[in-house]
Structure formats: structure tokens, C-alpha cells
């Protein structure tokens, strides 16, 4: 098991672009989280995915939007491109249709915006 | 609102000497509190939570709701054990987790 599992692992946009990323939740579980990691800062949540919906959202524009496809992987979508979208984006997975909470983390896409 | 503070960005220890890095929180009921660790090129990965009480690696850290408290602490660091260290918190049926902003740890030899 590779484990979760992001693409791409960087990427470069410019001011007002769109910009996807995805992520594949390690076997087994059915629950996406992403996170964005401003750099010298902890990780913070932007929303949560489990059955197709999103279930909680932190304090992120409507800017981000998000998906889950029946396999469980997910996509990540920001729209009108802030150079302060520029971070490391995590994906979570956790088995939370099994009771788990545990997330398990991927390495991050690192977007930069100029 | 919850928030996890870190005070530390930076800590530096001798090998063998003990290290404690300062987890507090702020939030009114009953946090689930959790370490992570993110070594060089690696990625971020659970370290241990307060509920189970369990010692990973000789680290352990014990939840003080007294002082809204989670430090880590281990008595004899080793060179392997220079990392990136964030505190996190999971409250109530919450399913997200509030990182603090980390702790960057270097055991010197």
C-alpha cells in the first residue's frame, strides 16, 4: 500500500488562475481532509469529504471548492489564484465509516502562485 | 474557538539530554490532543495521542487540563529524533484537526 498519495507534487501558476489537485486516500479508507501549510505554520483544515459530501469546512472562500468521487479519491479545486494561496496542500485520509478518526498524512503538492 | 499554541519554533538539545517541547490549548470541553512528527523529506505522521497513554519512540505526553497543557518529553534525546514537531487538536465530534504552528527540534551530537 503506497499510502495516500497527492499529484502533482509542485506546481507554478499565475495571479487569477484555477489550479486542481488530487489525492488518492490510502486502501481501506473512505474520508479525505486537506489541509493548507503556509510556510513556517502548522497545517490548516479546509474541509472534509466523506461520502461523496463535504462535511465540515474551516474558515477558507468559497475560492476552494472540492470533490469525492466514488473511489474516495479527491480533487481540490482553487479558483482566482491569490499569490497567498501559495502552500503546501496535505491530504488526509482516515477510515471514519469504520469508526477511525486517525489521518493518515500524503507529502503535499506545493503550489506556487506568482 | 479552538487553538493549539507552540511557543517554540526552535529548540536545540544535546544528545542524551532530556527535551520537553510546550503544547498549549485553548478550548472549553473535553480535546482529544495528539503529537505529530514530520522528519527531513518525510511526511507527517502521527507520533502519539493522549488517549492512549502509550510511550512511542521514549517520547510521552500527558494531557493537563489543569493548565490546558500537552507537552512532550523525552529523557534522553537522540540524534534521530531532530524533527518537526506539531501539536494537534481534535475537539469533540470535530472530525478536523488544529495544528499548532510547530516546533523544529535539533539534537545535537
Known amino acids: 500500500d503506497a499510502g495516500v498519495t497527492q499529484s502533482p507534487t509542485h506546481l507554478i501558476k499565475t495571479r487569477g488562475q484555477q489550479v486542481t489537485l488530487r489525492c488518492s486516500p490510502k486502501?481501506?479508507?473512505?474520508?479525505v481532509s486537506w489541509y493548507q501549510q503556509a510556510l513556517g505554520q502548522g497545517p490548516q483544515f479546509i474541509f472534509q469529504?466523506?461520502?461523496?459530501?463535504?462535511?465540515q469546512r474551516g474558515n477558507f472562500p468559497d475560492r476552494f471548492s472540492g470533490h469525492q468521487f466514488p473511489n474516495y479519491s479527491s480533487e481540490l479545486n482553487v479558483n482566482a489564484l491569490l499569490l497567498g494561496d501559495s502552500a503546501l496542500y496535505l491530504c488526509?485520509?482516515?477510515?471514519?465509516?469504520?469508526?477511525?478518526?486517525?489521518?493518515?498524512f500524503g507529502p503535499g503538492t506545493r503550489l506556487t502562485v506568482t | 474557538a479552538q487553538r493549539v499554541t507552540q511557543p517554540e519554533k526552535l529548540l536545540s538539545v544535546f544528545k542524551g539530554a532530556p527535551v520537553e517541547l510546550k503544547c498549549n490549548y485553548s478550548?472549553?470541553?473535553?480535546?482529544?490532543l495528539f503529537w505529530y512528527v514530520q522528519y527531513s523529506r518525510q511526511r507527517l505522521q502521527l507520533l502519539l495521542r493522549?488517549?492512549s497513554r502509550e510511550s512511542i519512540k521514549g517520547f510521552t505526553a500527558d494531557l493537563n487540563k489543569g493548565e490546558t497543557s500537552f507537552h512532550l518529553k523525552k529523557p534522553f534525546a537522540q540524534e534521530e529524533d531532530s524533527a518537526m514537531y506539531y501539536c494537534?487538536?481534535?475537539?469533540?465530534?470535530?472530525?478536523?484537526?488544529?495544528f499548532g504552528s510547530g516546533t523544529q527540534l535539533t539534537v545535537l551530537p
Open positions: 488526509a485520509s482516515s477510515a471514519i465509516g469504520s469508526g477511525s478518526y486517525e489521518q493518515y
Open positions: 486502501s481501506g479508507h473512505d474520508t
Open positions: 469529504y466523506y461520502e461523496e459530501e463535504e462535511r
Open positions: 478550548y472549553s470541553g473535553s480535546p482529544e
Open positions: 493522549h488517549i
Open positions: 494537534a487538536l481534535r475537539s469533540g465530534s470535530a472530525r478536523q484537526l488544529t
